[in-house]
């Protein structure tokens, strides 16, 4: 009797491996063609979401631009030199791993001059779709918790030395970080080239 309750028990610790290996061999093929979608879309995109464990994760325009940076002073000979960099910009990408910081760096780009940091705030609202529901005029909470979030972003790039404060309330993008910005939008316009030929080939397709 011992005996068997053994090998039950062993048998119900040995179901939900088995189970699994049957799974993954049924479905290996869509699995496969699942996981290298999502590697493209990862290596395409210029903001990518998903979820890991629960939590939402994105992948910023701007901070696989800075990786890029990172990789390339990561490997400088000057490793003294570059180590207070390497940090600076690991902090820097932690505040900007948002689409808010794609938003407002290419908006600082797009400006001839300093642009006061509401105007940004209204920018980043309008391109992420909150015009669409005007409920948010009415919640100057939510306004002043989009602005705590702009500030974040220009601190960030302030610590980087890709933008600086004209003025009370006013920021434009240093020589750097226009340089910066110019490469991020670059990167999008491929990106968005590359989606509508993708579109166009769907649509003959049909």
């Excluded at 939900?16 to 479905?27: A, E, Q």
């Excluded at 689409?99 to 391109?127: N, Q």
């Excluded at 702009?150 to 920021?171: F, G, H, T």
Aim: glycine content about 4%.
């Amino acid at each position: 009797m011992e005996i068997a309750k053994l090998i039950l028990e062993f048998l119900k610790v040995l179901t939900w491996p088995i189970v699994t290996l049957i799974i993954i061999c049924l479905f290996r093929p869509h699995l496969e063609r699942l996981f290298r979608q999502f590697s493209d879309r990862l290596e395409a995109a210029e903001t990518v979401k998903f979820d890991l464990l629960g939590q939402e994760v994105q992948i910023s325009g701007t901070v696989k631009e800075l990786a890029r940076d990172r990789a390339l002073l990561a490997q400088s000979k000057l490793a003294e030199a570059s180590s207070s960099k390497l940090q600076i910009i690991d902090q820097a990408a932690r505040e900007l791993n948002d689409i808010s910081a794609d938003i407002t760096g290419l908006k600082l780009l797009e400006s001839k001059g300093p642009i006061r940091i509401e105007d940004l705030v209204y920018a980043v609202m309008t391109a992420i779709g909150m015009n669409r529901n005007r409920s948010y005029e009415h919640s100057p909470m939510v306004i002043l918790g989009m602005r705590k979030d702009v500030e974040r972003i220009l601190w960030a790039l302030q610590n980087l030395s890709y933008a600086k404060m004209v003025s009370d309330s006013e920021y434009e993008l240093t020589a750097e970080g226009r340089q910066f910005f110019e490469r991020v939008a670059e990167r999008q316009d491929e990106f968005l080239t590359r989606f509508n030929m993708a579109k166009e080939r769907a649509h003959d397709a049909h």
